[in-house]
């Protein structure tokens, strides 16, 4: 370790500065709240008892925002009639659609298809990105299994990756 500090290379240096500063930007434990990301201007509301249904949060990694504003499509699989369009919609201010995708009779077990529209997203936001979009639909596939079970899909995106998996 005291190589490193000891070391007067412009990446050493740049390396210790990141460190000694990263310290001094944390708060000390309990002393500040949490931040609260662009665009979300309340907690989401508890989902405890909540009944089964598909619900979607995006988070714009790129921005380190949510992802207001990002247009989805939910599609079903049908055996012998393929992937089948379901409802489309677009996530509001806290990055959640202002509807679960899918509740009451449409909530029913089976194969899912999920896709976001990256590209028109980030173009609606004059991001300063290559065209064309290195992501530009994506496609993320999923099965519910016990629709007596809600499937809540946490998604962080940018213009180059994303992730996704089921929170609760």
């Known amino acids: ?39 979300l201007t309340a907690a989401p509301r508890s989902q405890a008892g909540a009944p089964p249904r598909l619900t ?24 012998g009639r393929g992937w ?11 990055g959640r659609t202002a509807q679960p995708l899918l509740e009451g009779e449409a909530y029913r077990a089976g194969r899912y298809e999920l896709t976001l529209h990256l590209q028109d997203y980030f173009a609606s936001l004059d991001a300063p990105l290559p065209r064309p979009a290195f992501l530009a639909e994506v ?18 995106f940018s213009p180059w990756g994303y992730s996704y998996y089921r929170g609760s």
């Open 1 to 39: 370790m005291n190589a490193l500090f000891n070391d007067p290379s412009p990446r050493r240096r740049f390396l210790r500065t990141g460190l000694a500063l990263g310290g001094a930007a944390l708060p000390a434990l309990g002393t500040a709240a949490a931040a609260v990301p662009t665009g």
């Open 56 to 79: 979607v949060h995006a988070i714009d990694m790129f921005h380190g925002a949510t992802g207001a504003g990002l247009a989805v499509e939910l599609a079903r699989y049908e055996d």
């Open 139 to 156: 496609p993320l596939r999923f099965v519910i299994r016990d629709a007596a079970e809600r499937v809540h899909l946490p998604v962080l």
């Open 84 to 94: 089948q369009h379901v409802v489309s919609a677009r996530c509001q201010a806290g």
